[in-house]
């Protein structure tokens, strides 16, 4: 038995003073229990005062494969093996950083599912999950990483395609971007018609469908056909951003989970001139989102840009605890609440007996200061040790 304790122990749902960790030899957390004289032969591990253990973070949307140059095309290898080594050098980095569960959003050459095939039980690299290539339109957001469709019956058997190669999720650029020249994110790119296709399709599969979606007009589509997710979720329009009551009522009511991917390493590059003249508005409408009580989550887009490098999910939390004031939430976003939104709230993000033991510990009051987790301790996978100040990156 591996005993793990810190100052303050959150859960992914409260906190708990005085309390230690129990993780078996299984890498299964056997429970969050007051600290106590340790069982005979037990292995303890204090990080001390002044320190928070969590659960590791869950990022559901970042790009492995991706190089986080200002062009996403240049950063991205053309070989397979290329791929396949930044990817795997890209998650290591975020484990370093507490990330211990990624889902990947678009790859080129289903690059990252292969290599989530290939190492699945490895405990050196965060918990993989991976989309493959996005289903987009000719031209469309991305279309670099992939073949494009429009129609329904075009987009259902990209949905069967993808399903066939084992991908975990379908994702689907129902609005342009910002990093593909001639695409708008202020532009719906698929008709509802076709929207509800591919929806149809993946749920026939058992596939959930995350939804790159800035335009509102993108979100209302979304939310007729029964997404699942929701990625980035702006509200953007031609002019600006459209935070209409009603639409931020109905993704609410609709419990389609929201994941906000805000924040950025400090000193990095603007954004486009377009993102950066609605910022201020986009911010505050992760706050309207919440107060109506969405599911939001939050996640990065790591590697499609230079200030989005895989590590940077400690930035994007202290945005979005920024806007919402409330520091143990966020947590939540990224924790319990980011798990669930991946269909693994039976497998992580919640220290409870039976899940894994997917620990971060940092450095000060995580829970009343999100700035601690800019200082990791140690990143535990399934109970052990994978990295921290004392242990080189795998």
Excluded at 6 to 30: I, K, N, P, T, Y
Excluded at 153 to 164: C, D, I, M, S, T
Excluded at 220 to 238: K, Q, Y
Excluded at 326 to 352: E, H
């Amino acid at each position: 038995m591996l005993i793990i304790r810190a100052g303050v122990v959150f859960d992914g749902d409260a906190l708990h003073s005085d309390s230690e960790v129990l993780v078996g030899q299984d890498g299964r957390v056997l429970e969050v229990r007051r600290v106590q004289p340790p069982p005979e032969r037990a292995r303890v591990i204090d990080h001390g005062g002044g320190t928070t253990l969590l659960p590791g973070l869950v990022d559901g949307h970042q790009h492995l494969s991706w190089g986080c140059t200002a062009n996403p095309e240049e950063g991205l290898p053309r070989e397979p093996g290329g791929q396949r080594e930044l990817a795997v050098a890209n998650a290591r980095r975020a484990l370093a950083a507490g990330v211990t569960t990624i889902q990947d959003l678009g790859d080129s050459g289903y690059a990252v599912v292969d290599l989530r095939n290939s190492v699945q039980d490895a405990l050196s690299l965060p918990r993989l999950r991976a989309s493959g290539p996005p289903i987009t339109t000719p031209g469309g957001h991305c279309h670099f990483l992939a073949g494009a469709q429009t129609e329904p019956g075009e987009v259902a058997a990209a949905v069967r395609r993808r399903a066939e190669r084992g991908v975990d999720v379908i994702k689907v650029m129902v609005s342009g971007g910002n990093i593909t020249a001639g695409s708008l994110p202020w532009e719906s790119q698929f008709d509802e018609d076709s929207l509800r296709a591919l929806v149809d399709e993946a749920h026939a599969v058992g596939l959930p469908v995350a939804a790159h979606a800035h335009a509102a007009s993108a979100l209302r589509d979304c939310i007729h056909v029964g997404v699942d997710a929701v990625e980035h979720c702006t509200f953007m329009t031609a002019d600006g951003v459209d935070h209409d009551p009603g639409l931020v009522g109905a993704l609410a009511t609709s419990r389609i989970f929201v994941r906000t991917t805000p924040g950025a390493t400090p000193g990095a590059p603007a954004p486009s001139p377009a993102l950066a003249a609605r910022m201020q508005q986009i911010v505050q409408g992760l706050g309207m989102l919440r107060d109506r009580g969405a599911r939001v989550v939050v996640a990065t887009d790591a590697g499609v840009s230079p200030g989005k490098p895989h590590d940077v999910m400690a930035h994007a939390l202290l945005v979005f605890g920024h806007v919402t004031g409330d520091p143990v939430d966020t947590l939540r976003a990224a924790t319990s609440r980011a798990a669930d939104a991946l269909g693994l709230a039976g497998t992580c993000g919640l220290l409870v007996p039976g899940l894994a033991a997917d620990l971060l510990v940092v450095r000060g009051e995580a829970a009343v200061d999100l700035r601690a987790l800019l200082e990791v301790e140690a990143v535990y996978r399934e109970g052990k040790l994978v990295a921290g100040p004392s242990v080189a990156t795998p």
